[in-house]
């Protein structure tokens, strides 16, 4: 076994540390990611987790639920490790400040990684190399912080907005032993075995389309679709009233289509006439209706068919958007979803924002290492 | 003149791909996401300075010289 998982639900952060590190005694771990609940004391747990691992970079945020094998969490810390055998080097950069200079916060780390690996980011191989971002989640710089990476490098970075268990007020990394706010951390792996994504959101594509015609990327919200007052066309791609467009927006978000694939972005709030959205839209953007399917039947098929491509799943680390989990909890799937995962070592968590490529919403992005 | 953006753009995703497939899609797909859709442009679209503009910023950000 080359991948580990733990995970605790007890109270206290020093007993949480304990009982994760005695299920991972023995394990010669190259690295530890961990998702914790908002509930725990960010330092406390950074430290703790930190400390239980001594010189192994322990790494991860914050959440608004967890994901381990074979259970949907909450109020938990799951724990991931993986040995040499999964990962031949990494480093972590601790990116700060991210709300007033992401993309500079980007080519600082970048250039870290150049000096620790010894080569241009521009050409390290996508094949043996893959990025972890996480990212602090109620600063809104997934987007800037993701096309900088994109730009920079053909390495994919996959990952996740952490989450406070929907109380929207601080999220936190953790890394080397502390906890950051307005902070990512890019961790840059190469790996010892071959990897691949799962990308999945569970929705149809409908063949109503709504052209963004007036947008405030900086605020996220679309003033105008088809121009028409975005609420308005909104109502009538979805076939509801205009005062019931809230009530559809989960089952029915958009996707800026690559060939058949959406990439979802999520009706958050209307403001006046306007959206609001989890992700940012800019103008002449081309978006489909979508129409939420079953997200259990879905995943299953998802993780079969990278089941079939790979042979085998050494481990998955699932960055799961937390629309997903209320869908889930709201026609009582969370046990159905988290035994989908039962004989692969998972862990993950419910985002506030996926990545990636770029920066989603309504998805599930997956790392599954062989 | 016609066709300036396709052909900018389509060497952009060939010159940061160098021909891999995988590569060549993930950039489109950067692409689509900064708001440039190669599939919306063709040889016959007209050029237009702003988005020329543009697509001249988006290969110098991704290191591309067009």
């Known amino acids: ?141 997934e ?30 990394v953790f890394a080397q032993g502390k906890a950051h706010s307005n902070a990512a951390l890019l961790v840059l792996i190469k790996a010892a075995t071959t990897f691949d994504f799962i990308k999945t959101q569970s929705f149809a594509v409908s063949d109503k389309t709504l052209v963004a015609t007036s947008v405030d990327p900086a605020k996220r919200e679309v003033l105008e679709f088809n121009h028409q007052p975005a609420v308005e066309a909104y109502a009538q791609a979805v076939g509801v009233s205009v005062e019931n467009v809230a009530d559809v927006f989960m089952s029915n978000p958009v996707g800026l289509m690559m060939g058949d694939e959406p990439y979802v972005r999520s009706p958050q709030r209307t403001e006046g006439q306007g959206i609001v959205f989890y992700c940012n839209l800019l103008e002449g953007m081309e978006l489909a209706v979508l129409r939420s399917e079953d997200i259990v039947r879905d995943t299953k098929i998802a993780l079969g068919k990278k089941q079939e491509e790979l042979g085998a799943i050494s481990g998955i680390i699932n960055f799961h958007c937390i629309l997903r989990t209320l869908e889930l909890k709201n026609k009582n799937q969370l046990d159905d979803y988290g035994k989908i995962f039962s004989s692969v070592p998972t862990v993950g968590f419910s985002t506030y924002g996926e990545e990636y490529v770029g920066h989603i919403n309504q998805t599930a992005t997956m790392l599954v290492f062989k | 003149m016609a066709g300036q953006v396709k052909k900018m753009l389509d060497q952009i995703i060939l010159k940061k791909s160098n021909g891999n497939t995988v590569i060549m899609s993930t950039t489109k797909t950067k692409l689509i996401l900064k708001g440039l859709n190669p599939d919306k442009f063709t040889a016959l679209s007209e050029d237009n300075a702003d988005i020329i503009k543009k697509v001249r910023e988006v290969a110098a950000e991704m290191g591309v010289a067009v």
């Open chain 1, 1 to 141: 076994m080359n991948i580990k998982v733990a995970y605790s639900t007890k109270e206290k952060v020093e007993d949480i540390a304990e009982e994760i590190g005695k299920s991972l005694e023995g394990f010669d771990a190259k690295t530890v990611i961990f998702f914790a609940s908002s509930k725990f004391d960010a330092d406390a747990i950074s430290f703790a987790m930190q400390k239980t691992f001594g010189d192994i970079p322990a790494f991860g945020c914050t959440t608004s639920g967890e994901i381990v094998s074979g259970h949907m969490l909450n109020q938990s810390v799951v724990a991931m490790a993986m040995n040499s055998r999964i990962i031949e080097d990494m480093d972590i950069q601790i990116l700060q400040n991210i709300h007033e200079d992401p993309k500079g916060a980007v080519a600082g780390a970048f250039k870290a990684f150049e000096q620790k690996f010894g080569e241009p980011m521009a050409d390290m191989d996508f094949q043996k190399y893959v990025g972890i971002i996480l990212i602090d989640g109620l600063q809104g710089a």
């Open chain 1, 143 to 172: 987007e800037q912080l993701m096309e900088k990476i994109g730009d920079l490098t053909n390495v994919t970075f996959i990952g996740g907005s952490a989450g406070d268990d929907l109380k929207f007020l601080k999220t936190h």
